[in-house]
């Protein structure tokens, strides 16, 4: 169990215990904090039959059946792009009928907020009259994506973002004590994208960007160059340059770095348009740095 959730966790085993738990829970939160991992956790402790005050008791049938990926009464949806709907409306069949282990039922829906219009409408229904011992588990960065008739039939709980040290001893846990300060910072305290960008190989990391910038500092390289190169992980570059340029002001003040500064607040806002030239808002911001 992720150490940042287990006071929420047990809260929500407590009411679930007592039959008072929301049938529809919306877990809010930052990317990189574990919220699948928390809610697959949630999950488990609902479907176990033999919950107790250390949670799921990882013996019974139910949480065996968890643990290998084939528990009838336990269901995910989760989309690399959009969640449509015929993926809810699959899953809104499948808990229709009793629970074949005679216990609950719970759905989880990865980045609720990505569902379209029409998947969010069909879902509604459940939400509004759910079938007996259905629980549906939302998971989203952003509220404001969801649409406001979802919001109003969840009970919303926000997630916390774990504390320094407290990614930093999980990060030791998975094998990884030799994270720097800087990096945990650079990746928003956010010990599962430290993992990630660690494990995985893909995309830019943090330390791939630093040594490109030291380029573009000393002429080695330039910013239409590195924007080019950067196009797919533009949230990531212009996130990691404000706080470069938040780390210059607050070692020597100047207008050049509050400039950089602000340059990157307005790349952000940009970046949220579909469309936009991500080239363009990258050079933009680069050119501030060389």
Known sequence: MLPW???????LEQRASQSSLHHALLFSGAAGIGKHVFANSVATSLLCKSLGDQGACGECQSCELITAGSHPDFHIIE???QIGVDSIRNAIQKLSGTAQLGHNKVLIVVAADTMTEAAAN????TLEEPTANTYLILLTESLNRLLPTILSRCEKIKLPTPSHSESMAWLTTQGHSSVDDEQLSAYGSAPFKVKAALEEGEG???SDF????SELTSQQT???TLANKWQSDAQHVVS????LAHKNYVASQTKNSFT???ACTEAQKHLLHPGVNKTLVLVTVLKLFS
Do not use: G, H, N, V
């Not at 630093?210 to 910038?213: A, I, Q, R, V």
């Open 122 to 125: 069909a879902l509604l229904k």
């Open 210 to 213: 630093s040594e490109k910038m």
């Open 222 to 224: 330039d910013a239409l």
């Open 240 to 243: 990691w340059c404000q706080q």
């Open 204 to 206: 830019l990391t943090f």
């Open 79 to 81: 989309s690399e792009k």
């Open 5 to 11: 959730f287990s006071t929420i966790k047990r809260q």
């Open 260 to 262: 950089q500064y602000q």
